[in-house]
């Protein structure tokens, strides 16, 4: 059974920063791709950050260069670092990976940027 549960979330001021952590269970984490997602009120789920098995990270174009996305493969953790929030950051932030063709999501957490 794969379990992915979200933790960080949080209010924050416009400019301000946040760690998200996404803890995985039930999949040999190592081997995965991990992604986090957002969805804003009245938007569409959108692909925030992607980091491979290897380590290759991703960004969607409008958090490049604020947002980082990293892993810890013994704690089998994946975290997203954000930096200089706008408040259409806003929104509820996603775990997801891929297992065995089936997509598994956390429950996610919410992260409301103030301005």
């Known amino acids: 059974q794969v379990h992915l549960v979200e933790s960080g979330g949080g209010l924050v001021q416009a400019g301000g920063s946040l760690r998200l952590s996404c803890a995985a269970s039930g999949i040999n984490f190592r081997l995965y791709t991990m992604n986090w997602h957002r969805q804003a009120p009245g938007k569409q789920r959108e692909l925030v950050a992607s980091?491979?098995?290897?380590?290759?990270?991703n960004y969607t174009d409008v958090v490049a260069g604020r947002f980082t996305i990293s892993r810890d493969n013994v704690w089998n953790t994946v975290s997203l670092q954000m930096s200089s929030l706008k408040p259409e950051d806003t929104a509820v932030y996603y775990c997801n990976t891929k297992h065995r063709g089936s997509q598994f999501w956390g429950r996610g957490t919410q992260v409301t940027v103030s301005s």
């Open positions: 980091i491979s098995s290897n380590g290759n990270k």
